[in-house]
């Protein structure tokens, strides 16, 4: 019952999120942004959406919420450099340039046991 809650709260903010980016223009070609929530069900914590998909060679940005009531979690990309902690109850970005095709992986530096994610850069489709 209670993961029954948790996927409808999490589905309406899908839904809710989709809405509020519909009025907004599309990012320029090359560049891809994202919005990654920490989230604590019971005793797991995880980034979602815990993987994200984009060309090689694009800019990324990340803004990562941590909605957790447990404290500071990382968010680390080791490949790109990319290694950040996001205080409790805060938003924090994180730009960075994809690079090689691949699937690398995303972890909380601070806690090596939560679960982690995946970048996956693709090969930029023939125009
Ligand atoms: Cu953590």
């Not at 999490?10 to 942004?33: C, E, M, Y």
């Not at 095709?101 to 489709?125: D, R």
Request: aromatic residues 10%; hydrophobic residues 40%; charged residues 15%.
């Amino acid at each position: 019952m209670k993961l029954f809650i948790f996927l409808m709260l999490f589905t309406s903010q899908v839904i809710a999120n989709d809405h509020a980016h519909h009025d907004q223009k599309a990012p320029a070609a090359g560049k891809r942004v994202f919005t990654i929530v920490n989230y604590e069900y019971e005793t797991t914590k995880q980034w979602l959406p815990g993987m994200i998909a984009v060309y090689e060679g694009d800019e990324v940005e990340i803004n990562l919420i941590n909605n957790t009531p447990s404290g500071v979690h990382g968010f680390a990309i080791k490949d790109f450099g990319v290694q950040i902690s996001v205080l409790k109850g805060k938003t924090q970005k994180v730009n960075f340039t994809a690079g090689k095709p691949g699937i690398y992986p995303i972890h909380c530096h601070l806690h090596p046991a939560h679960i982690g994610g995946q970048l996956l850069i693709l090969e930029k489709p023939k125009s």
